[in-house]
């Protein structure tokens, strides 16, 4: 029998500005989004296709490192029928420009040139990351995220140069985003939005996703996303935070979080709220929908975390790219 999908996402006490997911997914596909800050992953088995804004789709195997500059739209799935399992690193840009202000020359905001480079040792290194973090020794797993990253930055580095608005097009994009942003739980129409900035609806479309990669009812579910991310951070309960950001009700903001983070809100809650021991930490923040294990139970991952986050049976597989025009 094939191996169930499982992922933990979770933040270590003593790491702050980075967030870990390590997963196994063979259906489960990621809609169209962005992140805050930095992605650096490698992929363990199987294969894993990004599919970047260029139109470009990126087979991520393993033996390579994957790096992801902030607010680079991207979706994902699996690129072979097994699916894939990987390791990733959500580095902040405050922790990224730090370690770039200290061991390089880059001068402006630090990104990466590639976004699939061969790098055996930086895999190696980024799963060291997750194996100290999960044994509780946070020196180990601090020194080795500097050094990662550090190494990344020398290999990989170059400066982001900022994407200033220079048509009337972009201008609008970017107050349409405003809008959108200020009026998340009550968004208006593209044709009132479109009215409202003195422009015509596939104009404004048209700008909108040259200027942020996707079409303004995508990049308002990521906002979303990130908005309630925020808010259960604080404590909030996701039901709540699901009427918050302008989701129907929480398994609307379970649908889409999923989509976007790789987990459901309460394991994210669970993962990012977690204090204690390490052994203490492993039983908080990660979730068991199913009740059984994974594979057998003398497996790596149940020796450490006996109750993973397991999607049910029967979650309907995603479309890849064509999932991120969904509107549901």
């Not at 790491?15 to 962005?34: E, I």
């Not at 930095?38 to 195997?61: N, Q, R």
């Not at 294990?293 to 995603?318: C, E, F, M, T």
């Amino acid at each position: 029998m094939a191996a169930k999908e499982w992922a933990r996402y979770w933040q270590h006490e003593e790491l702050p500005g980075v967030d870990l997911l390590q997963a196994r997914y063979v259906r489960h596909t990621f809609s169209r989004h962005t992140h805050e800050g930095y992605v650096v992953a490698a992929v363990s088995g199987g294969v894993e296709d990004l599919f970047m804004p260029d139109g470009s789709t990126v087979h991520c195997a393993p033996g390579n490192v994957i790096l992801l500059n902030p607010e680079v739209p991207h979706s994902a799935r699996a690129g072979v029928p097994e699916g894939w399992s990987y390791s990733t690193l959500y580095p902040s840009v405050e922790l990224v420009a730090k370690i770039a202000e200290e061991t390089t020359g880059l001068r402006g905001t630090p990104g990466f040139a590639e976004v699939d480079v061969p790098d055996v040792e930086g895999a190696h290194l980024i799963r060291e990351v997750h194996r100290a973090a999960e044994e509780g020794n946070a020196l180990a797993a601090d020194t080795v995220l500097k050094v990662l990253v550090a190494r990344m930055l020398r290999r990989h580095g170059s400066a982001l140069q900022p994407r200033a608005p220079r048509s009337a097009g972009a201008r609008n994009a970017q107050r349409a985003r405003a809008v959108l942003q200020e009026r998340m739980a009550e968004p208006p129409t593209l044709e009132a939005l479109a009215n409202e900035l003195g422009t015509s609806p596939f104009a404004l479309l048209r700008a909108f996703k040259q200027q942020y990669g996707m079409p303004p009812h995508s990049w308002l579910t990521n906002a979303r996303v990130r908005r309630a991310r925020a808010l259960l951070d604080a404590g909030t309960a996701p039901a709540e935070a699901a009427t918050a950001v302008g989701f129907t009700d929480q398994p609307h903001l379970n649908r889409h979080f999923s989509r976007i983070v790789g987990v459901p809100p309460g394991a994210y809650q669970k993962g990012r709220g977690s204090r204690g021991s390490a052994a203490e930490g492993a039983r908080k923040n990660v979730q068991d929908r199913s009740g059984r294990l994974l594979v057998r139970s003398d497996a790596w991952q149940n020796s450490r975390h006996p109750h993973l986050y397991v999607p049910k049976d029967d979650q309907p597989r995603g479309q890849g790219p064509a999932d991120a025009h969904r509107t549901d």
